[in-house]
């Protein structure tokens, strides 16, 4: 039996020419659900795992599969769905998961076999079971289970070309943030996977970066922070040699011997949600935990990077609070808290989260024609009425921030600064630059698309 999973591209977002461009070797990550499918995968099974972000291959010459798996975030839907038309075409069923397929279960089921929502160590050699007994049910309900129950992520079955390498150790978010579906897909209670299994596992890891994909590595109570510094110490204890970056929350700037053991476990950056800037941007995406304890963000960092461990931090534009000049605020907030590197995403609202049923009730949604506007819900593009913006001065706004934050003079004081007290800025520079050009570039497209828009929906160029 021949079982083929698929990591579908998205058209707008330019990974499939990855190897072309320098910069995006950083930028591609491996498709971890589909390694870990592959490990719930019993062994008379053959599996080809497709990323399509490093290339769209001629389906038609793989070997014919028995069945199809595809997964899929927002952004990455109206690709799933083509890719499951053209095999169903052929009389081959298809199986979708992940988030979106959870989230929008109606919808996806219109265009593929079976369903698979949630997370699929409960239920995918059911799956397979009844593929082969000829009973393949359309909806199969994963459960939230431990994370014992979790393989090691197959990660012989891809090819090379990555930058880095990827592994989870814990599932589940109790912040519960009105933008973000972490909650109603993982759950929010904090679930950590077992320490022999990802010692294991990073071994198996061939690439010397890894990014922990967490939705946060070190977890918010003092429990949750023990189970870290054990898996710290371990993964010190094991010589893995790897270097990684993952996601936390400042929280992990209170701990002197936690960001000590972390950096002699190989972690290099981490990525943390600012969010917003204000108090009242903060509380209206319920993010309240950053406002704790009177907490002064710029020392936090400071604490952080002192520690030789770039902080690039994430924040959002578009919030109800937000006024004309949140650009220029949120670069401001950035510089002063001395962030190495930085994002900002327009406010998406995405199936299965508090901000998307609010902004549906209010009629607030505008790139509405679906599925095929899914592929606008990157973050990258403004899909939304915003209280206080039209589209054009929303780009404005994130377009100032880019310029303000990203400037040349900036982006050196930030290399020499890490020349001067951490040795190589490397990474800094490539991050930096990185974000800069794909600023820029983002600005260019969605301009160019507003031009052609259908009312106040882009369209593609």
Same mark, same amino acid.
């Given at each position: 039996?021949?079982?083929?999973?698929?990591?579908?591209?998205?058209?707008?977002?330019?990974?499939?020419?990855?190897?072309?461009?320098?910069?995006?070797?950083?930028?591609?990550?491996?498709?971890?659900?589909?390694?870990?499918?592959?490990?719930?995968?019993?062994?008379?099974?053959?599996?080809?795992?497709?990323?399509?972000?490093?290339?769209?291959?001629?389906?038609?010459?793989?070997?014919?599969?028995?069945?199809?798996?595809?997964?899929?975030?927002?952004?990455?839907?109206?690709?799933?769905?083509?890719?499951?038309?053209?095999?169903?075409?052929?009389?081959?069923?298809?199986?979708?998961?992940?988030?979106?397929?959870?989230?929008?279960?109606?919808?996806?089921?219109?265009?593929?076999?079976?369903?698979?929502?949630?997370?699929?160590?409960?239920?995918?050699?059911?799956?397979?079971?009844?593929?082969?007994?000829?009973?393949?049910?359309?909806?199969?309900?994963?459960?939230?289970?431990?994370?014992?129950?979790?393989?090691?992520?197959?990660?012989?079955?891809?090819?090379?070309?990555?930058?880095?390498?990827?592994?989870?150790?814990?599932?589940?978010?109790?912040?519960?943030?009105?933008?973000?579906?972490?909650?109603?897909?993982?759950?929010?209670?904090?679930?950590?996977?077992?320490?022999?299994?990802?010692?294991?596992?990073?071994?198996?890891?061939?690439?010397?970066?890894?990014?922990?994909?967490?939705?946060? +590595?070190?977890?918010?109570?003092?429990?949750?922070?023990?189970?870290?510094?054990?898996?710290?110490?371990?993964?010190?204890?094991?010589?893995?040699?790897?270097?990684?970056?993952?996601?936390?929350?400042?929280?992990?700037?209170?701990?002197?011997?936690?960001?000590?053991?972390?950096?002699?476990?190989?972690? +290099?950056?981490?990525?943390?949600?600012?969010?917003?800037?204000?108090?009242?941007?903060?509380?209206?995406?319920?993010?309240? +935990?950053?406002?704790?304890?009177?907490?002064?963000?710029?020392?936090?960092?400071?604490?952080?990077?002192?520690?030789?461990?770039?902080?690039?931090?994430?924040?959002?534009?578009?919030?109800?609070?937000?006024?004309?000049?949140?650009?220029?605020?949120?670069?401001?907030?950035?510089?002063?808290?001395?962030?190495?590197?930085?994002?900002?995403?327009?406010?998406?609202?995405?199936?299965?989260?508090?901000?998307?049923?609010?902004?549906?009730?209010?009629?607030?949604?505008?790139?509405?024609?679906?599925?095929?506007?899914?592929?606008?819900?990157?973050?990258?593009?403004?899909?939304?009425?915003?209280?206080? +913006?039209?589209?054009?001065?929303?780009?404005?706004?994130?377009?100032?921030?880019?310029?303000?934050?990203?400037?040349?003079?900036?982006?050196?004081?930030?290399?020499?600064?890490?020349?001067?007290?951490?040795?190589?800025?490397?990474?800094?520079?490539?991050?930096?630059?990185?974000?800069?050009?794909?600023?820029?570039?983002?600005?260019?497209?969605?301009?160019?698309?507003?031009?052609?828009?259908?009312?106040?929906?882009?369209?593609?160029?």
């Amino acid at each position: 039996m021949h079982l083929l999973l698929i990591n579908p591209s998205n058209s707008l977002v330019n990974f499939i020419k990855s190897n072309e461009k320098y910069w995006h070797r950083y930028r591609v990550w491996k498709p971890l659900g589909l390694l870990v499918i592959a490990g719930l995968t019993p062994p008379e099974w053959d599996i080809t795992i497709v990323d399509e972000n490093l290339g769209i291959p001629d389906y038609e010459a793989i070997p014919r599969p028995d069945l199809v798996g595809v997964t899929a975030f927002t952004s990455q839907a109206n690709r799933a769905y083509q890719i499951a038309e053209s095999f169903r075409r052929r009389d081959i069923p298809v199986v979708m998961g992940g988030i979106h397929a959870s989230m929008c279960q109606s919808e996806a089921a219109e265009y593929v076999d079976a369903i698979v929502t949630g997370e699929a160590e409960s239920i995918w050699k059911t799956v397979l079971a009844d593929h082969c007994n000829g009973g393949l049910k359309p909806l199969y309900n994963g459960e939230q289970v431990s994370m014992e129950h979790t393989p090691l992520a197959r990660h012989d079955l891809l090819p090379t070309g990555y930058r880095l390498g990827s592994i989870q150790t814990t599932r589940g978010c109790p912040l519960n943030c009105s933008f973000c579906s972490v909650t109603s897909f993982n759950g929010g209670r904090y679930r950590h996977r077992p320490i022999p299994d990802v010692i294991a596992e990073m071994q198996s890891i061939k690439e010397e970066y890894v990014l922990i994909v967490d939705d946060n +590595f070190i977890g918010t109570s003092a429990r949750h922070i023990e189970h870290t510094k054990d898996l710290l110490r371990a993964m010190v204890k094991a010589g893995l040699n790897k270097k990684f970056i993952t996601q936390v929350t400042i929280n992990i700037a209170d701990d002197e011997e936690l960001l000590t053991l972390a950096v002699s476990a190989g972690m +290099f950056g981490v990525y943390i949600g600012f969010e917003s800037p204000n108090a009242e941007g903060l509380k209206e995406i319920h993010k309240k +935990f950053n406002l704790q304890n009177h907490r002064n963000m710029r020392e936090s960092v400071q604490r952080i990077r002192r520690h030789g461990i770039i902080v690039a931090g994430a924040f959002i534009i578009g919030l109800d609070v937000d006024e004309k000049g949140i650009g220029r605020q949120i670069a401001d907030a950035a510089n002063s808290y001395g962030l190495d590197t930085m994002n900002v995403m327009f406010l998406t609202p995405l199936p299965g989260t508090s901000l998307w049923e609010r902004m549906v009730e209010e009629g607030r949604i505008t790139a509405n024609v679906f599925p095929a506007d899914w592929k606008y819900y990157t973050l990258s593009y403004p899909v939304a009425k915003y209280t206080n +913006f039209t589209w054009s001065e929303i780009i404005t706004e994130n377009q100032v921030c880019t310029r303000a934050f990203y400037s040349y003079p900036r982006i050196l004081r930030r290399v020499f600064d890490h020349i001067r007290y951490r040795g190589s800025a490397f990474l800094t520079l490539v991050g930096n630059l990185s974000n800069r050009r794909n600023g820029f570039h983002a600005y260019k497209k969605i301009s160019r698309q507003m031009e052609l828009s259908r009312g106040d929906v882009p369209v593609d160029v």
